[in-house]
């Protein structure tokens, strides 16, 4: 099993960036696939990306293409988003989750293992 913790979550202006960290313990990380997820208030949780094992394969769900970026670094059992360009509707509990199998990381229903989030608030 591996165990997921979010970082880097925080307040920002419109049109500003911030990066959020996955830090793995327990498992062996360079075997997961990593999705990164989003839920608003009063929404259901939303697909942000997901980036494969070995980092070849990288997807983006349409609101955040061009301004999002997911990388990963093995090495220190750690995944990565990039977020630039902020926007109001960003504003999220931003989760990352683990699996096996990469098209599993590309859907909430999937993923067999879950950090507990981490707050983005964009204000303009």
């Known amino acids: 099993q591996v165990q997921l913790v979010e970082s880097g979550g925080g307040l920002v202006q419109a049109g500003g960036s911030l990066r959020l960290s996955c830090a793995a313990s327990?498992?062996?990380?360079?075997?997961?696939?990593v999705g990164w997820f989003r839920q608003a208030p009063g929404k259901e949780r939303e697909f942000v990306g997901a980036?494969?094992?070995?980092?070849?394969?990288?997807g983006y769900a349409d609101p955040v293409k061009g301004r999002f970026t997911i990388s990963r670094d093995n090495a220190k059992n750690t995944a990565y988003l990039q977020m630039n360009s902020l926007k109001l509707e960003d504003t999220a509990v931003y989760y990352c989750a683990a699996d096996y199998l990469y098209n599993n990381v590309k859907t909430s229903a999937g993923p067999d293992y879950w950090g507990q989030g981490t707050q983005v608030t964009v204000s303009s």
């Open positions: 980036i494969s094992s070995t980092g070849s394969w990288r």
């Open positions: 327990g498992g062996s990380f360079s075997r997961y696939a």
